[in-house]
């Protein structure tokens, strides 16, 4: 974004090609890679360029939310230098300016990006996706249709403008239907009457879409996942939240420039670049003359009309002498789509003339003062006031306690707020209102309704006026309540491709309970009840960002007069925790909410409490690599569950302890408890939920990991295929990052295997832009910096370094000696040999911190290849010593790969030091068949191949 014109550009420097926009750098044609935070601070730069930046302006831009020592700083243009290749001392981009900053000293070209004004290609049929409902007919907006549909197309936002009532959403909805063939990636629409909070406008459009958001900034998040995404977006109703709508297509306008936006509201949104359609009534006819029935019949308003009362009244049937009350009904109600079908559902009752007489009564009373608003909103006003007061007082409580309902709500909800009367006859009002255009039924083989926004709008006014407001809102968190706990009852379901449609509906109204119960602190103890209630809702729909905001409104009520503690909050202390580790990492903040939940637990003897807080400290120290804490805490967990009988606890905690025993390199136990939790949930005779919740697919993942270890290289790769296929059988987001980050791509990088490690990383890359994972984005970005290492590119130097130093600041340090390993290796392959020995020796001192002795083998021998290269044979026996401790603790631990890479290391010195026997005998333990790029290497040394090539040991993933 230009900051002096408000538009998406592109700068030009030399042979490079900036796009703050679209988050991209090209060298003529080819892309550099280039991490978010480098990015942040070019962009900085090049858009105040021939300027000096300051530190602290740098800093804030690439660190918003986090106080970093300026060496990170450093590193990051060092990297943007190398990026740039400035090692020629002519080809200069940034010039630092002592004490100050830096400015960027090339010259800068700005150029637009300009949207393409042409329609897309329209894609097959079968690949179409939308949400949007069926279109109903409509009759004169063909004019309309046709330019709005134009516009869509070349136009990053379109809004359709106009009152309530004029039909905006039916116009969109079929213009949506009209174009979808025009966008690769769907049409998808959210009523942001039904999310009734513009907090929730973005996780909503998501979900809508099929995806998660796990950001603090949902709608920046969004933006970022529709970068390279063709669709369009329908907001429907944005005037219930203008603000975060017109930041959404003000951010999408720039981050997403092939997303239209379709809007529809009763004001504009205000932002550049928005075509504005303002809805007109349907055309009525002029007051003069005497009409006959033929002529009035095509005039739209007079045919919508028609439409709708034969509709409602089979036997209806326009006669000339009928045509001029037809005419003033519909100039009376403005040619209002929605008061017109409102009134028509009455004609069979009072026939044209006795509706025209009645609806001109209460027109004279809005003249008179007493609700009269602007004159095109009182032909509603009297509709809908004269559609309440013909019904019966039984159906006018149902109407109005209907309006409690967002969205979409099943004939239970409909009674379980209905009121106390016998259920047949609730049924009977329903219907009732149904029939008279107050309630909308839906099609389908289950009884599920809705009212529009206009009248549910004016639902709620009467609700108010009936001072039962309060009692119905209860009702309804009530009701929430119930189909939370129902749905939680089901959780241990495998999730279906699409979430079902209820929880989607029930989600909506979950948020508008909340808020009446926290917000408007009518009854925080239920909305504390329904939160933790509907955390398994929030799971299913993967609204993460959802869960975490629902649980801090609900324990920020919790005040010390409010009485004992209780359940509910230890279980929103878990789920907030939970919640925090996969967007914020493990902070110092997270193990505050595990230890509170594990003390309130142990206070109240909640047995199930505890061992949830026990589970969460023991995840939150696997992340923050301390390995030795997580399986002190795998012991009380077991403890525990044995002493309080829980068959369930005690079985599932194989999974956290088999992978902390495989980070502490005690192998042979890691594998025990592996299999053993695979074996029970085989059988299916042990604990059912909680084995599907925390076990198969990690504890497959640690399985891999371990028998890659041990020598076993192609039953490795079988089970990190299984883990995978697991992962995507589950549909958990996590379980599949889990599997592609920690077990799939190591396995493939361990065996040498590059093509199969990028297969992985471009999967992980997709999943994790479909869910905005900040936190696994870091490691993917990680790993594919080793990948390029390992091709042979330097680059991979910096992005690695990048890549830690943002591991570092989350606070995750889980597998960090093995990437500073790698580090270490690609410095030394790179001649940058001092650096590589401080990156190892960091990656040592790591190992021993936190306990990841699975990797100190591998460590040592890296160590010993940099002392080697670093003082040559006055080196080798230096070199000798650390592969003999390699070896020696590689054959401790069981890992026999690790036993084989050392040994070779050894070999490659001169007979004095013994190697090739030691090689020799190492190698006759594994299977002759077996061919790695590693076992291939070691078969070349003892050949006596003195040049073993690109089957060398390969470097630790």
């Given at each position: 974004?230009?900051?002096?014109?408000?538009?998406?550009?592109?700068?030009?420097?030399?042979?490079?090609?900036?796009?703050?926009?679209?988050?991209?750098?090209?060298?003529?044609?080819?892309?550099?890679?280039?991490?978010?935070?480098?990015?942040?601070?070019?962009?900085?730069?090049?858009?105040?360029?021939?300027?000096?930046?300051?530190?602290?302006?740098?800093?804030?831009?690439?660190?918003?939310?986090?106080t970093?020592?300026?060496?990170?700083?450093?590193?990051?243009?060092?990297?943007?230098?190398?990026?740039l290749?400035?090692?020629?001392?002519?080809?200069?981009?940034?010039?630092?300016?002592?004490?100050?900053?830096y400015?960027?000293?090339?010259?800068?070209?700005?150029?637009?990006?300009?949207?393409?004004?042409?329609?897309?290609?329209?894609?097959?049929?079968?690949?179409?996706?939308?949400?949007?409902p069926?279109?109903?007919?409509?009759?004169?907006?063909?004019?309309d249709?046709?330019?709005?549909?134009?516009?869509?197309?070349?136009?990053?936002?379109?809004?359709?403008?106009?009152?309530?009532?004029?039909?905006?959403?039916?116009?969109?909805?079929?213009l949506?239907?009209?174009?979808?063939?025009?966008?690769?990636?769907?049409?998808?629409?959210?009523?942001?009457?039904?999310?009734?909070?513009?907090?929730?406008?973005?996780?909503?459009?998501?979900?809508?879409?099929?995806?998660?958001i796990?950001?603090?900034?949902?709608?920046?998040?969004?933006?970022?996942?529709?970068?390279?995404?063709?669709?369009?977006?329908?907001?429907?109703?944005?005037e219930?939240?203008?603000?975060?709508?017109?930041?959404?297509?003000?951010?999408?306008?720039?981050?997403?420039?092939?997303?239209?936006?379709?809007?529809?509201?009763r004001?504009?949104?205000?932002?550049?670049?928005?075509?504005?359609?303002?809805?007109?009534?349907?055309?009525?006819?002029?007051?003069?003359?005497?009409?006959?029935?033929?002529?009035?019949?095509?005039i739209?308003?007079?045919?919508?009309?028609?439409?709708r009362?034969?509709?409602?009244?089979?036997?209806?049937d326009v006669?000339?002498?009928?045509?001029?009350?037809?005419?003033?009904?519909?100039?009376?109600?403005?040619?209002?789509?929605?008061?017109?079908?409102?009134?028509?559902?009455?004609?069979?009752?009072?026939?044209?003339?006795?509706?025209?007489?009645?609806?001109?009564?209460?027109?004279?009373?809005?003249?008179?003062?007493?609700?009269?608003?602007?004159?095109?909103?009182?032909?509603?006003?009297?509709?809908?006031?004269?559609?309440?007061?013909?019904?019966?007082?039984?159906e006018?409580?149902?109407?109005?306690?209907?309006?409690?309902?967002h969205?979409?709500?099943?004939?239970?909800?409909?009674?379980?707020?209905?009121?106390?009367?016998?259920?047949?006859?609730?049924?009977?009002?329903?219907?009732?209102?149904?029939?008279?255009?107050?309630?909308?039924?839906?099609?389908?083989?289950?009884s599920?309704?809705?009212?529009?926004?206009?009248?549910?709008?004016?639902?709620?006014?009467?609700?108010?006026?009936?001072?039962?407001?309060?009692?119905?809102?209860?009702?309804?968190?009530?009701?929430?309540?119930?189909?939370?706990?129902?749905a939680?009852?089901?959780?241990?379901?495998?999730?279906?491709?699409?979430?079902?449609?209820?929880?989607?509906?029930?989600?909506?109204?979950?948020?508008?309970?909340?808020?009446?119960?926290?917000?408007?602190?009518?009854?925080?103890?239920?909305?504390?009840?329904?939160?933790?209630?509907?955390?398994?809702?929030?799971?299913?729909?993967?609204?993460?960002?959802?869960?975490?905001?629902?649980?801090?409104?609900?324990?920020?009520?919790i005040?010390?007069?409010?009485?004992?503690?209780?359940?509910?909050?230890?279980?929103?202390?878990?789920?907030?925790?939970?919640?925090?580790?996969q967007?914020?990492?493990?902070?110092a903040?997270?193990?505050?909410?595990?230890?509170?939940?594990?003390?309130?637990?142990?206070?109240?003897?909640?047995l199930?409490?505890?061992?949830?807080?026990?589970?969460?400290?023991?995840?939150?120290?696997t992340?923050?690599?301390?390995?030795?804490?997580?399986?002190?805490?795998?012991?009380?967990?077991?403890?525990?569950?044995?002493?309080?009988?829980?068959?369930?606890?005690?079985?599932?905690?194989?999974?956290?302890?088999?992978?902390?025993?495989?980070?502490?390199g005690?192998?042979?136990?890691?594998?025990?408890?592996?299999?053993?939790?695979?074996?029970?949930?085989?059988?299916?005779?042990?604990?059912?939920?909680?084995?599907?919740?925390?076990?198969?697919?990690?504890?497959?993942?640690?399985?891999?990991?371990?028998?890659?270890?041990?020598?076993?290289?192609?039953?490795?790769?079988?089970?990190?295929?299984?883990?995978?296929?697991?992962?995507?059988?589950?549909?958990?987001?996590?379980?599949?990052?889990?599997?592609?980050?920690?077990?799939?791509?190591?396995?493939a990088?361990?065996?040498?295997?590059?093509?199969?490690?990028?297969?992985?990383?471009?999967?992980?890359?997709?999943?994790?832009?479909?869910?905005?994972?900040?936190?696994?984005r870091?490691?993917?970005?990680?790993?594919?910096?080793?990948?390029?290492?390992?091709?042979?590119?330097?680059?991979?130097?910096?992005?690695?370094?990048?890549?830690?130093?943002?591991?570092?600041?989350?606070?995750?340090?889980?597998?960090?000696?093995?990437?500073?390993?790698?580090?270490?290796?690609?410095?030394?392959?790179?001649?940058?040999?001092?650096?590589?020995?401080?990156?190892?020796?960091?990656a040592?001192?790591?190992?021993?911190?936190?306990?990841?002795?699975?990797?100190?083998?591998?460590?040592?021998?890296?160590?010993?290849?940099?002392?080697?290269?670093?003082?040559?044979?006055?080196?080798?026996?230096?070199?000798?010593?650390?592969?003999?401790?390699?070896?020696?603790?590689?054959?401790?631990?069981?890992?026999?790969?690790?036993?084989?890479?050392?040994?070779?290391?050894?070999?490659a010195?001169?007979?004095?030091?013994?190697?090739?026997?030691?090689?020799?005998?190492?190698?006759?333990?594994?299977?002759?068949?077996?061919d790695?790029?590693?076992?291939?290497?070691?078969?070349?040394r003892?050949?006596?191949?003195?040049d073993?090539?690109?089957?060398?040991?390969?470097?630790?993933?």
């Amino acid at each position: 974004m230009d900051p002096r014109e408000g538009r998406a550009v592109r700068y030009i420097f030399g042979d490079f090609v900036l796009s703050p926009s679209e988050q991209r750098l090209w060298r003529a044609d080819t892309v550099v890679r280039l991490g978010g935070r480098p990015m942040a601070i070019l962009t900085a730069l090049v858009e105040r360029a021939g300027q000096v930046v300051d530190k602290e302006d740098l800093t804030r831009r690439a660190w918003p939310r986090t106080t970093v020592d300026e060496s990170n700083l450093k590193v990051n243009i060092a990297a943007i230098r190398r990026a740039l290749d400035e090692r020629d001392p002519e080809r200069r981009f940034i010039a630092t300016v002592s004490g100050h900053g830096y400015r960027f000293v090339a010259p800068v070209d700005v150029a637009p990006i300009v949207p393409p004004i042409v329609p897309p290609v329209p894609i097959p049929a079968a690949a179409r996706r939308h949400n949007l409902p069926r279109p109903t007919d409509l009759l004169g907006r063909s004019e309309d249709l046709a330019e709005i549909s134009t516009h869509v197309l070349q136009r990053p936002l379109i809004t359709i403008t106009g009152p309530g009532g004029v039909g905006k959403t039916s116009l969109a909805v079929a213009l949506g239907h009209g174009v979808v063939e025009q966008f690769r990636d769907g049409v998808w629409m959210v009523d942001l009457c039904v999310v009734d909070s513009d907090r929730y406008l973005a996780s909503a459009l998501a979900q809508e879409m099929g995806m998660a958001i796990h950001a603090d900034d949902p709608q920046a998040a969004l933006a970022a996942v529709l970068a390279e995404r063709q669709c369009l977006l329908v907001l429907d109703g944005c005037e219930n939240s203008l603000d975060q709508a017109a930041r959404l297509a003000t951010l999408l306008a720039t981050a997403a420039p092939r997303t239209h936006v379709l809007a529809t509201s009763r004001e504009p949104l205000r932002v550049a670049g928005e075509g504005v359609h303002p809805l007109r009534p349907l055309a009525v006819p002029a007051a003069d003359g005497t009409p006959a029935a033929r002529d009035v019949l095509t005039i739209p308003a007079v045919a919508l009309f028609v439409a709708r009362a034969s509709a409602a009244a089979p036997g209806f049937d326009v006669r000339d002498d009928d045509a001029p009350a037809l005419v003033e009904i519909c100039r009376r109600l403005d040619g209002l789509p929605l008061a017109l079908e409102l009134a028509a559902t009455r004609v069979g009752a009072f026939g044209p003339r006795g509706l025209l007489r009645v609806l001109s009564e209460r027109l004279d009373i809005l003249d008179d003062g007493r609700r009269a608003g602007h004159p095109r909103h009182r032909g509603l006003t009297a509709t809908l006031d004269w559609s309440y007061g013909l019904l019966s007082e039984e159906e006018q409580a149902l109407f109005r306690r209907l309006s409690v309902f967002h969205g979409v709500f099943p004939l239970d909800a409909a009674l379980a707020v209905g009121g106390t009367e016998c259920r047949g006859r609730r049924i009977s009002h329903l219907a009732d209102l149904v029939a008279k255009s107050l309630v909308v039924a839906i099609p389908g083989p289950s009884s599920r309704y809705h009212l529009l926004d206009t009248t549910r709008d004016y639902g709620l006014q009467r609700l108010a006026e009936s001072h039962e407001g309060d009692a119905v809102r209860q009702r309804h968190a009530e009701f929430c309540l119930a189909q939370c706990r129902d749905a939680s009852g089901r959780k241990g379901v495998p999730p279906a491709a699409d979430p079902p449609e209820d929880l989607v509906t029930l989600v909506h109204n979950v948020r508008a309970a909340l808020d009446w119960c926290l917000t408007d602190r009518r009854d925080p103890a239920l909305g504390r009840t329904l939160a933790a209630a509907a955390l398994a809702v929030w799971d299913t729909l993967s609204l993460l960002q959802e869960r975490i905001e629902a649980s801090e409104r609900a324990l920020a009520t919790i005040a010390p007069a409010d009485g004992p503690e209780d359940r509910d909050e230890i279980a929103l202390r878990a789920s907030l925790a939970a919640a925090l580790l996969q967007v914020e990492g493990p902070s110092a903040r997270i193990a505050e909410l595990w230890r509170g939940a594990l003390a309130r637990a142990e206070r109240l003897s909640d047995l199930d409490g505890q061992l949830r807080a026990l589970w969460g400290l023991c995840d939150f120290e696997t992340w923050t690599g301390d390995h030795r804490a997580a399986l002190a805490l795998t012991t009380r967990i077991g403890t525990l569950a044995a002493a309080g009988g829980d068959r369930a606890a005690g079985a599932a905690v194989d999974r956290p302890a088999a992978t902390a025993l495989r980070y502490l390199g005690r192998l042979d136990e890691a594998r025990e408890a592996a299999d053993r939790l695979l074996a029970r949930a085989a059988r299916r005779d042990g604990p059912g939920r909680r084995l599907e919740d925390h076990g198969l697919v990690a504890a497959r993942g640690t399985l891999a990991n371990v028998l890659w270890l041990q020598g076993r290289p192609d039953h490795a790769v079988a089970a990190a295929r299984r883990a995978l296929a697991e992962a995507e059988a589950g549909g958990q987001a996590f379980a599949l990052t889990n599997a592609l980050a920690h077990t799939v791509i190591p396995i493939a990088l361990h065996g040498g295997d590059l093509d199969e490690a990028e297969r992985g990383l471009a999967r992980l890359g997709d999943h994790v832009a479909h869910h905005a994972m900040r936190i696994w984005r870091v490691i993917a970005d990680g790993l594919e910096a080793i990948v390029s290492l390992r091709r042979g590119d330097a680059g991979g130097l910096h992005r690695l370094e990048d890549a830690l130093v943002e591991m570092g600041e989350i606070g995750f340090r889980m597998r960090r000696p093995a990437y500073l390993g790698s580090l270490a290796s690609g410095l030394a392959a790179h001649g940058r040999l001092p650096d590589a020995l401080s990156r190892i020796d960091a990656a040592l001192a790591a190992a021993e911190q936190g306990g990841e002795a699975w990797c100190r083998p591998e460590l040592l021998r890296i160590r010993g290849e940099i002392r080697l290269a670093s003082a040559g044979h006055a080196g080798a026996s230096d070199a000798a010593r650390h592969f003999r401790q390699a070896m020696d603790l590689a054959g401790r631990q069981g890992a026999a790969m690790w036993h084989l890479r050392a040994a070779m290391s050894l070999a490659a010195l001169d007979e004095r030091y013994g190697g090739r026997a030691a090689l020799a005998v190492i190698l006759g333990n594994f299977d002759a068949a077996l061919d790695t790029p590693d076992l291939r290497a070691a078969r070349a040394r003892l050949a006596g191949e003195a040049d073993i090539g690109k089957d060398g040991p390969v470097s630790l993933a």
